[in-house]
């Protein structure tokens, strides 16, 4: 299906949703859906919720058509086409007290599918994608992050933009940074604040570390210097998480 390419994704402002949990959640969070295609060989069309056939085209295909748009093997059955939304930072609402996740250009799609998740756990308020390599309606994402692409706040904008919305909106900045860093434990959190994540290769660019409040890392007991950026998402947001309570 030439939506999964993210050239196709851009010019037609369209992506798919494999799933009934899924497109369910995209129905949830307002997501214009288009065509459902189902396999009758996995779901019957009365399995499909009725909210997901109001006003929506349902088209059954046989399996071997359906195994041919499918990207996942285990889709359920049902595959939606639906309208993209645009992720601006001026969309996006604040609790009194935030915690925002940002990520500066993250390339893996199973690395972003799994932050959501993790986001979505924690009650983030907005996830920040700057300068990405990969977006969020890649096929990947939406698998790895279970539909919690649907429901997480989102933004996708570039790194100087990002950074005057926070000291708009007077948000620490904490950057993960081996340089000049502070334990991750003795760091106060209980203020406002945003967690800023940069590639395990490369780390975070210079403007961030530039503008960070503090620099804060997670030390490590191994033999090497870094951790997955998803696994260091999830200690990140816990520990703010824990001293909020």
């Not at 000291?167 to 406002?192: E, F, G, M, W």
């Not at 780390?203 to 090497?224: H, R, V």
């Not at 990140?236 to 909020?244: A, K, N, S």
Request: charged share 25%; hydrophobic share 40%; with cysteine.
């Amino acid at each position: 299906m030439a939506l999964e390419k993210s050239r196709e994704r851009r010019k037609q402002q369209l992506f798919i949703i494999e799933g009934k949990r899924e497109i369910e959640l995209a129905v949830n969070a307002g997501y214009k859906i288009g065509n459902i295609f189902f396999c009758d060989e996995i779901i019957s069309q009365n399995e499909i919720p009725d909210k997901l056939q109001e006003d929506k085209l349902i088209v059954p295909v046989a399996k071997e058509v359906f195994d041919k748009i499918a990207v996942r093997e285990n889709s359920g059955g049902m595959i939606a086409v639906a309208e993209q939304k645009p992720h601006l930072l001026s969309h996006v609402r604040l609790r009194e007290n935030p915690l925002i996740l940002i990520l500066e250009a993250v390339e893996k799609p199973g690395n972003l599918g799994a932050i959501l998740r993790t986001a979505d756990a924690a009650g983030v308020d907005v996830v920040i994608i700057c300068d990405p390599q990969t977006d969020f309606y890649n096929p990947n994402v939406i698998r790895s992050s279970v539909g919690c692409v649907f429901t997480n706040q989102l933004a996708a904008v570039p790194s100087e933009e990002a950074i005057e919305w926070l000291k708009k909106n007077k948000v620490k900045i904490y950057c993960t940074s081996l340089q000049a860093s502070h334990p991750y434990y003795q760091v106060d959190y209980r203020q406002p604040c945003a967690i800023v994540m940069g590639t395990e290769a490369t780390g975070l660019s210079e403007i961030w570390t530039k503008n960070s409040d503090a620099n804060i890392i997670i030390p490590m007991q191994g033999k090497i210097d870094s951790m997955n950026v998803s696994n260091a998402a999830a200690v990140m947001t816990f520990e703010v998480l824990r001293q909020r309570r």
